[in-house]
């Protein structure tokens, strides 16, 4: 069997020093925000390259919290992918705020930021744009959207943008001035989610919220514990939204190797490209290769997409057959979901983000995936497309 992720691989190598992190967080007593939290938040930030790290318990409350720092309202959009994850357009409505969606780019798979931009122009109808108060820009499976064109829209077009990093922590991006900058250090705000899958993962929920604005930072703290800076003190309506100590504690241990788990990541979806090269796939299928000299891409998810819809049927029955893990991120877009109905959207209106609903297929992908098994992947979806 080859999974399409596999949490106790890595769990094997760390577990000593695992157990021990919770160990002693326990017998400490101090179980909510100690100096595991703190000082994770410190490690982050520096990591990425801003001011301030906020800890919180998922990447959909920071989100959300985002949104009520941003303070979206009624009748407020926030634009954002059909082509995600629901929590990425799903904090607006929480806000009270409305999603609306710019299509993707086919190949990239991100939002189109030419729509976009044409879009916050007002060159575009759909979307009033004296309404848009956010954007939410997703770099989805972990490959890094233009970060020069997102800080033009938050700059020089005046709409703040929320960076959302749940799939590309330690994703990076070369910046016209020939400097190097991750995503998540332009936004106004932006977002990580350790779901145990993610490049960085907890074992449980966890998150966190990163901006370099100050007063916002001070905010989002609050926010996050009850809108109350002072115990028992409540200035706005918060959450209940913070870091775990334990999370925080094996977060720690595990974010000394995310640089180089991306960089196995990387060598992963290199060898799939060269692998598949090989086996004469390109006439059948695209797929996401590494950027060069920098890590445009960190490789969350390995997604490719087949140039016939009835060719991913036919690779699906054979990794069923040969016990191969395979996901569709994701099979229905948002714009389609019941949950946004009452948006008014309809079938056809985001053409690129259907077709990759229909075509794309996440392969299996992780640091410790071995290179047999790479091989055997491959192998398996060229005998599925033969003939
Ligand atoms: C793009 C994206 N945004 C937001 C989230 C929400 O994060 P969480 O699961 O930690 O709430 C996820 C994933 O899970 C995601 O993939």
Partial sequence: MIPLFDLTRQYLKLRGEILDAIDKVVSSGRVILGKNVSEFEREIADFIGVRCAIGVSSGTDALILAMKALNVKQGDVVVTTPYTFIASASCATWAGGLPSFIDVDLRTMNIDLDRLE??????????????IKAVVAVHLFGRTLDLDRLNRIQEELGIPVV????????????????????A???GKISILSFFPTKNLGAYGDAGAILTNDEELCERLRMLRA???????EHEELGMNARLDEIQAAILRI???HLEEW???????????GELFKEAGLDEKMEWPEP????????????????????????????????????AIYYPKPLHLQKVFEYLGY???DFPNAEELSKTTLALPIFPEIRDDEIEEVVNVIKNALEG
Avoid: T
């Avoid at 044409?118 to 309404?131: C, W």
């Avoid at 960076?163 to 991750?182: I, N, T, Y």
């Avoid at 991306?262 to 799939?272: D, G, Q, S, T, W």
């Fill in 226 to 232: 009850h809108g109350s800076r002072i115990k028992y």
């Fill in 262 to 272: 991306n960089e196995r990541r990387i060598e992963v979806a290199r060898k799939y």
């Fill in 291 to 326: 950027v060069d000299g920098f890590k445009g891409h960190v490789f969350h998810q390995f997604v490719v997409r087949f140039k016939e819809a009835n060719f991913r049927e036919r690779v699906i029955e054979a990794f069923k057959k040969r016990e191969i893990g395979y």
């Fill in 346 to 348: 309809k079938e056809g």
């Fill in 163 to 182: 960076e959302d990093v749940a799939q590309a922590m330690g994703a990076e991006w070369r910046m016209e001035d020939g400097s190097l900058k991750k």
């Fill in 118 to 131: 044409s879009v916050i122009k007002g060159e575009e109808g759909g979307i009033n744009p004296k309404r």
């Fill in 184 to 186: 998540g250090s332009v």
């Fill in 254 to 256: 595990k974010f000394r």
